[in-house]
């Protein structure tokens, strides 16, 4: 089945650490979309890419980075500048044409030991 | 620009009782406007969407919601509500543009009660 995976579900993070969330989709769309969930706060967007090798920042990039290398791929890495990172991660993706839902992941929880 | 609206963070109904969240919306565009459901630690599902064609939309699960222009509304209903439905709601619009992105509203949770 067509769909988008996000590893690992639970992630625990040291002081100091970088960690990469992985993101892979196989429905062929050309975006792709990194977002953020706080408790009472809606989604946030960190990052987007329309198209491979192209990205660009959203609401909340400060402490994030991304990389889009393939279609079916857009990675996720939370620095060490980013003094909040606990939170609730949410990969989606969405086809070329305008007006189509976005299609998520079932999302990766990200805490600091 | 645009935004969204949710006009109650928390809903609770009896089940077989129906359902209403509320949802308004602006947008500089004509806009299509969705609905999503998130059950706990899990992502976001799509319930229906509004993308300019019939007004009133009818989704997954028995959902609809009526897109009102007039009153710049998209309020989400279903007729009888079951205990599977308790989950958090989200309406979100695109405003179209390059960048094709969603704002989120911040969230309607819907408790079910037995």
């Given at each position: 089945?067509?769909?988008?995976?996000?590893?690992?579900?639970?992630?625990?993070?040291?002081?100091?650490?970088?960690?990469?969330?992985?993101?892979?989709?196989?429905?062929?769309?050309?975006?792709?979309?990194?977002?953020?969930?706080?408790?009472?706060?809606?989604?946030?967007?960190?990052?987007?890419?329309?198209?491979?090798n192209?990205?660009q920042?959203?609401?909340?990039?400060?402490?994030?980075?991304?990389?889009?290398?393939?279609?079916?791929?857009?990675?996720?890495?939370?620095?060490?500048?980013?003094?909040?990172?606990t939170?609730?991660?949410?990969c989606?993706?969405?086809?070329?044409?305008?007006?189509?839902?976005?299609?998520?992941?079932?999302?990766?929880?990200?805490?600091?030991? | 620009a645009?935004?969204?609206?949710?006009?109650?963070?928390?809903?609770?109904?009896?089940e077989?009782?129906?359902?209403?969240?509320?949802?308004?919306?602006?947008?500089?565009?004509?806009?299509?406007?969705?609905?999503?459901?998130?059950?706990p630690?899990?992502?976001?599902?799509?319930?229906?969407?509004?993308?300019?064609?019939?007004?009133?939309?009818?989704?997954?699960?028995?959902?609809?919601?009526?897109?009102?222009?007039?009153?710049t509304?998209?309020?989400?209903?279903?007729?009888s509500?079951?205990?599977?439905?308790?989950?958090?709601?989200?309406?979100?619009?695109?405003?179209?543009?390059?960048?094709?992105?969603?704002?989120?509203?911040?969230?309607?949770?819907?408790?079910?009660?037995?």
């Amino acid at each position: 089945d067509g769909g988008i995976t996000q590893s690992p579900k639970y992630l625990f993070r040291k002081e100091g650490q970088n960690v990469t969330l992985s993101c892979e989709q196989n429905l062929n769309h050309d975006a792709m979309y990194w977002y953020r969930q706080d408790p009472g706060q809606g989604l946030r967007l960190i990052y987007y890419s329309q198209i491979v090798n192209d990205f660009q920042k959203g609401d909340i990039a400060e402490g994030y980075s991304v990389s889009r290398e393939k279609k079916e791929s857009f990675p996720l890495t939370v620095t060490s500048a980013q003094k909040n990172p606990t939170a609730f991660y949410l990969c989606a993706s969405q086809p070329g044409q305008g007006g189509q839902p976005q299609h998520f992941g079932d999302g990766t929880r990200l805490s600091i030991l | 620009a645009q935004s969204v609206t949710q006009l109650d963070s928390h809903v609770s109904v009896s089940e077989g009782t129906p359902v209403l969240l509320r949802c308004n919306y602006s947008s500089s565009y004509s806009p299509s406007l969705f609905w999503y459901v998130q059950h706990p630690n899990k992502g976001l599902q799509l319930l229906l969407k509004y993308t300019s064609a019939a007004t009133l939309v009818k989704g997954i699960n028995g959902f609809e919601a009526e897109f009102k222009k007039s009153e710049t509304s998209f309020h989400l209903t279903k007729p009888s509500a079951h205990m599977s439905d308790a989950a958090e709601y989200f309406c979100v619009v695109s405003g179209g543009g390059a960048a094709r992105q969603l704002t989120f509203g911040s969230g309607t949770q819907l408790t079910v009660l037995p």
